[in-house]
């Protein structure tokens, strides 16, 4: 194993699986964040009730909360291994180019140039996503321990909050559809047969995930959704506590 990683075509295989589980992870938590497009409901809102169940999955032959922490080590192992891979990698790369080898290859895709780019600019979003939403560390706008609709509805009718999700969800796409054309290429899933299908099914899938993540913050801004049934933050809610 740890000759297969020490090989460029190894690397590029970590790098590849490690990508392929963050971005099942990414349309998985897509779809759980629509859960909020049901609005803020009479009792409880519809995403606080998935949050409440992802919480207690597979109680009780495990904690409270256990699978999350599975899962959460697994999506910390691919990030790591994707992360060590990706700049391996890339020094790798430079250290085998000749001085004459010119600095931009003709041919590349923007995306392909944006990609490390893109790639340190969501690994920062990432960071400040877990401290808003999760740990509730950045506490800008009013946040409660699992009212989720709550959280989501007052952070997004600040213009500013809105405004960096939606660049961050833009490059997140820019990132994920030229990954998601290397995976299929790194695996040798490739040919000229199939070349468009793939190159088509990228486009499509980044499509859907970054319209799906966007629509979150769009649609609670413009008042699309309704207010949270508490209808304003009051005092507990600006205390703070744990989140999702």
């Known amino acids: 194993m740890r000759e297969f990683w020490d090989s460029t075509i190894g690397k590029k295989v970590f790098v590849a699986v490690g990508g392929t589980i963050l971005v099942a992870y990414l349309v998985l938590h897509m779809a759980g964040n629509l859960w909020s497009l049901a609005g803020p409901g009479t009792v409880e809102p519809h995403i606080d009730e998935y949050a409440s169940w992802l919480r207690n999955f597979g109680e009780p032959l495990v904690p409270y909360e ?19 891979g990706v700049i391996q990698l890339r020094a790798r790369n430079r250290k085998a180019r000749p001085p004459e080898y010119p600095a931009r290859r003709i041919g590349r895709s923007w995306e392909s140039r944006l990609m490390m780019v893109s790639g340190v600019v969501i690994l920062v979003f990432l960071v400040v996503h877990i401290l808003q939403f999760s740990t509730l560390t950045i506490d800008v706008t009013p946040l409660v321990e699992g009212a989720i609709y709550a959280n989501l509805y007052w952070a997004f009718q600040e ?32 040919s000229p047969e199939r070349n468009g299908q793939i190159k088509a099914g990228a486009s499509l899938l980044t499509v859907v995930i970054v319209a799906g993540f966007a629509a979150v913050p769009i649609l609670f801004f413009t008042g699309a959704l309704g207010v949270p049934i508490d209808n304003e933050p009051t005092a507990a809610v600006l205390a703070g506590g744990g989140g999702q």
């Open 66 to 84: 256990g699978t999350l922490w599975v899962v959460r080590a697994i999506l910390l192992a691919a990030l790591v291994v994707h992360l060590v």
């Open 159 to 190: 213009w500013y909050v809105v405004l960096f999700y939606l660049v961050a969800v833009f490059l997140v796409g820019t990132h994920l559809r030229h990954a998601i054309w290397s995976v299929f290429q790194t695996l040798g899933v490739d």
